[in-house]
T-cell receptor
Framework: EPEVTQTPSHQVTQMGQEVILRCVPI?????FYWYRQILGQKVEFLVS????????KSEIFDDQFSVERPDGSNFTLKIRSTKLEDSAMYFC????????????FGPGTRLTVL | DQQVKQNSPSLSVQEGRISILNCDYT??????FLWYKKYPAEGPTFLIS?????DKNEDGRFTVFLNKSAKHLSLHIVPSQPGDSAVYFC????????????FGAGTILRVKS
């Protein structure tokens, strides 16, 4: 069964460093998302991406964040200068876009900012 | 952001009995609802969904009920199995171009054998 994959599973970085989180969505999906879950809090939306552009972003997704689909398979989230409060589980999700909104999630990347 | 609420942090059920997980929402513009199951250190797994044009959707042991006037939905699991023990998230969205999921805080379900 096709699934969303994410790498790395765990990333440890120093505050102020840049990180890139990688995702491979399900191959025939058209819409891509990043969510995050800070420990003990809700899963929260960061950004959605369709047709090579951002379709919606939350107030969390400020200038320090960017997304890219550099080729036909990868979808990346970059944080330019990490802060302590960026420590969270980051989930990538994708969906077909055929009229329904079932989003399929990857296993997540645990980002720890020291 | 309290648009989606799951007021029961946890639920404990005996194996073979029914599990009922509840979810309330405040935004009347939501028109598509989903339930996800999550194990520790894994991503949410899609379980079942319902459109606002329906009041019930069933898939095997899982049934979701939607009461639009009360802005309430519930997930019924019958019969409950120990493998169902996980965190269950309710999510709401607007069924349009690229729309985001708004999640509840989750309910920890424990099925005792």
């Amino acid at each position: 069964e096709p699934e969303v994959t994410q790498t790395p599973s765990h990333q440890v970085t120093q505050m102020g460093q840049e990180v890139i989180l990688r995702c491979v969505p399900i191959s025939n999906h058209l819409y891509f998302y990043w969510y995050r879950q800070i420990l003990g809090q809700k899963v929260e939306f960061l950004v959605s991406f369709y047709n090579n552009e951002i379709s919606e972003k939350s107030e969390i997704f400020d200038d320090q964040f960017s997304v890219e689909r550099p080729d036909g398979s990868n979808f990346t989230l970059k944080i330019r200068s990490t802060k302590l409060e960026d420590s969270a589980m980051y989930f990538c999700a994708s969906r077909t876009g055929l009229g329904f909104n079932e989003q399929f999630f990857g296993p997540g990347t645990r980002l720890t900012v020291l | 952001d309290q648009q989606v609420k799951q007021n029961s942090p946890s639920l404990s059920v005996q194996e073979g009995r029914i599990s009922i997980l509840n979810c309330d929402y405040t935004n009347s513009m939501f028109d598509y609802f989903l339930w996800y199951k999550k194990y520790p250190a894994e991503g949410p797994t899609f379980l079942i969904s319902i459109s606002s044009i329906k009041d019930k959707n069933e898939d095997g042991r899982f049934t979701v009920f939607l009461n639009k006037s009360a802005k309430h939905l519930s997930l019924h699991i019958v019969p409950s199995q120990p493998g169902d023990s996980a965190v269950y998230f309710c999510a709401a969205s607007r069924l349009q171009y690229g729309n985001k999921l708004v999640f509840g805080a989750g309910t920890i379900l424990r099925v005792k054998s």
